[in-house]
Nanobody, 115 residues
Framework: QVQLVQSGGGLVQPGGSLRLSCAASRSLVTLNAMGWYRQAPGKERELVATITSDSSTNYSDSVKGRFTISRDNAKSTVYLQMNSLKPEDTAVYYC?????????WGQGTQVTVSS
């Protein structure tokens, strides 16, 4: 079992920055990968970024060059640094942990980009 506790998020103006954090209840090295997903109102949940156990990263085209996923194994925490935010980035963001047997999800955190 893995518990994921998210923090960060909130309201920011277009062009601003936010950082999301996701603290896991067990060591990240025991997990295959970590990721961030988001779900906007009326839309399906979509992949934002992933980072594997060897720190390989992958980003959706919509956030590439603006968002950065990173991990701190000592703190069992994954981060999503979001820069140059746009109104279309508004969504509930979910942390995800992938083990060999199942996926785990954080509680979700709202990110709103608006002037």
């Amino acid at each position: 079992q893995v518990q994921l506790v998210q923090s960060g998020g909130g309201l920011v103006q277009p062009g601003g920055s936010l950082r999301l954090s996701c603290a896991a209840s067990r060591s990240l090295v025991t997990l295959n990968a970590m990721g961030w997903y988001r779900q906007a109102p009326g839309k399906e949940r979509e992949l934002v970024a992933t980072i594997t156990s060897d720190s390989s990263t992958n980003y959706s085209d919509s956030v590439k060059g603006r968002f950065t996923i990173s991990r701190d194994n000592a703190k069992s925490t994954v981060y999503l640094q979001m820069n140059s935010l746009k109104p279309e980035d508004t969504a509930v963001y979910y942390c995800n942990a992938m083990s060999t047997s199942r996926n785990y999800w954080g509680q979700g955190t709202q990110v709103t980009v608006s002037s």
